[in-house]
């Protein structure tokens, strides 16, 4: 069956760094573009990064531009999120997207809780 689980989440001080990972089964990894979502209490799901299938492409939303680096490995069935510099705002709980066509999956989710 298809899953998602990403790892790496935890708690960092304000300016520190994390890497989280989604693990990817069940499905051709290679054929689907990735995306990173994140949802804080009480606030919608929002869009962080993107990459292409292949990885030739990505897009970050304004709050990750020049912090935040996605990146994956086909290899491994893996996608990666630098997240450097990290603010209490970027407080939430991450998931991980896979997406081709009208098809969709998603992840469990990673806490990442960023003290001030």
């Known amino acids: 069956q298809v899953q998602l689980v990403e790892s790496g989440g935890g708690l960092v001080q304000a300016g520190g760094s994390l890497r989280l990972s989604c693990a990817a089964s069940g499905f051709t990894f290679s054929n689907y573009a990735m995306a990173w979502f994140r949802q804080a209490p009480g606030k919608e799901r929002e869009f962080v990064a993107f990459?292409?299938?292949?990885?030739?492409?990505?897009n970050y939303a304004d709050f990750a531009k020049g912090r935040f680096t996605i990146s994956r490995d086909n290899a491994k069935n893996t996608v990666y999120l630098q997240m450097n510099s990290l603010k209490s705002e970027d407080t939430a709980v991450y998931y991980c997207n896979a997406r081709r066509f009208s098809t969709d999956y998603w992840g469990q989710g990673t806490q990442v809780t960023v003290s001030s």
């Open positions: 990459i292409s299938s292949a990885g030739g492409s990505t």
